[in-house]
């Protein structure tokens, strides 16, 4: 069975309790040998291969940090040329190189019609480079661009919401997905690659380094995320109704916050209770229009 097989292999340099690590291993699952994965510069593509090395058991190409989509665009060319239509071509990539840089690149892929199922692991920052903001860095965290201090409480901005955009190009398949709930990713990466023509999906991966919490709880965070409603999780397929994973034990935002330093300026004294309260007003929000609520 394909979800026994481990196409990351162990060794790589990830951090203790990465969250992309876990997400990596398990979209490997999903996709079985019979694929060509690209990458953009990040993390992903630093710990799995350090000069001479690596980890990947599929065929695996890195690309700019920028051309991602554009790459996977050539590599299915390539195939098509060669008469190959059962490899599957599959992106994995940052929030950086997904959100911001290579925005454009996705936007033509997309448009193009092209057969890629694109991922984005979202770790909500630049993390290579030392935790600079990107567009999906959520309101209020700190980050080494967005610093809370005297003069700010970190990011001003919400964070973009990119399957929306994805959505908007009329594509066929958009998912939302978190590495704490692995069966649920696995099928939809499945789901995924079984459709002609460009998909989306976003994968939650809690950061220990970038926000500030052990490694032991990378599980527990990427939960609570979900859990208070900041970050839901979804999938809608065209022409058929949204599909959303419900909320049972619903938390308060602050059960999210507390646990990582990037907010822990928020709870300093008083003077962030509003900020906290618009966070929350996200999670409400998004019980309200995803129906969250079971
Ligand atoms: C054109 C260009 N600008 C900047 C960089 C430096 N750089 C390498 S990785 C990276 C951030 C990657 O962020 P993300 O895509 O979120 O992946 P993560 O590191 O979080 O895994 C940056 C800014 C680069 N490689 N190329
Ligand atoms: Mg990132």
């Known amino acids: 069975m394909v979800e026994n097989m481990e196409l990351l292999a162990p060794g790589h340099r990830a951090c203790p309790g990465c969250g992309t690590a ?31 090395q690596s980890a990947w058991e599929v065929p695996w190409i890195h690309s700019l940090f920028e051309n991602g989509a554009a790459v996977a665009s050539g590599v299915k060319e390539a195939l098509k040329a060669k008469g190959n239509n059962h490899t599957k071509v599959v992106v994995i990539s940052g929030d950086g190189g997904s959100f911001d840089i290579g925005f454009g690149a996705i936007s033509g892929m997309f448009e193009r019609g092209h057969d890629i199922t694109y991922i984005c692991y979202d770790n909500e920052a630049y993390m290579n480079t030392g935790v600079q903001r990107s567009s999906s860095t959520p309101y209020a965290a700190t980050t080494t661009t967005t610093p809370a201090g005297v003069a700010s409480y970190g990011k001003l901005e919400p964070k973009k919401d990119m399957p929306s955009i994805a959505l908007a190009h009329g594509i066929q398949y958009v998912a939302t997905a978190s590495i704490c709930y692995p069966q649920d990713l696995i099928r939809k990466v499945k789901k995924a690659i079984s459709i002609n023509g460009p998909k989306y999906i976003q994968v939650h991966v809690p950061c220990c380094i970038g926000w500030g919490f052990d490694p032991s709880e990378t599980i527990e965070v990427g939960r609570l995320a979900v859990e208070t409603g900041l970050v839901p999780i979804y999938s809608i397929e065209k022409g058929k109704p949204m599909e959303v994973r419900k909320v049972s034990d619903r938390k308060p935002v602050e059960a999210y916050l507390k646990k990582q330093n990037r907010f822990k300026h928020l709870f300093k004294g008083e003077e962030y209770k509003e900020v906290v309260a618009q966070l929350q007003k996200i999670c409400d929000d998004n019980f309200e229009y995803f129906g969250l609520a079971k």
């Open 22 to 52: 876990i997400a990596t291993r398990l979209i490997l699952k999903a996709t079985g040998k019979d694929v060509i994965v690209v990458t953009s510069t990040g993390c992903l593509e630093t710990f799995t291969s350090p000069y001479g």
